[in-house]
Nanobody, 123 residues
Framework: VQLQASGGGLVQAGGSLRLSCAAS????????MGWFRQAPGKEREFVAA????????LYADSVKGRFAISQVNAKNTVYLQMNSLKPEDTAVYYC?????????????????WGQGTLVTVSS
């Protein structure tokens, strides 16, 4: 299984970025795809997740109303649209996949992880 995250970069506060996570190596229909982030000196934290089958979503309170997670089944790709970015959103963003009933924000629920993509938001 491979998860390839991309789309990070440098953006000014208030700007937008869209991250992509291309998944391969198995059928993900019963999986939940998640985005996590880790800022320098901080622990990894949950950002958003989507159930591949059905599209139910879950967001961290800190990104609700600003970020949107979506999927394109035909491309086996999950997106994270990030709007109204703040300097505190600066982090390495990781995509992850886990097979679960329901949607969970715990990193331990996710088995597969991508390599991460850096998002830097300048003030």
């Amino acid at each position: 299984v491979q998860l390839q995250a991309s789309g990070g970069g440098l953006v000014q506060a208030g700007g937008s970025l869209r991250l992509s996570c291309a998944a391969s190596g198995r059928t993900f229909s019963s999986y939940v795809m998640g985005w996590f982030r880790q800022a320098p000196g901080k622990e990894r934290e949950f950002v958003a997740a989507i159930a591949w089958n059905g599209g139910s979503t879950l967001y961290a309170d800190s990104v609700k109303g600003r970020f949107a997670i979506s999927q394109v089944n035909a491309k086996n790709t999950v997106y994270l649209q990030m709007n109204s970015l703040k300097p505190e959103d600066t982090a390495v963003y990781y995509c992850a996949a886990g097979r679960m009933t329901g949607i969970f924000s715990s990193a331990g629920s996710y088995v597969y992880w991508g390599q991460g993509t850096l998002v830097t938001v300048s003030s």
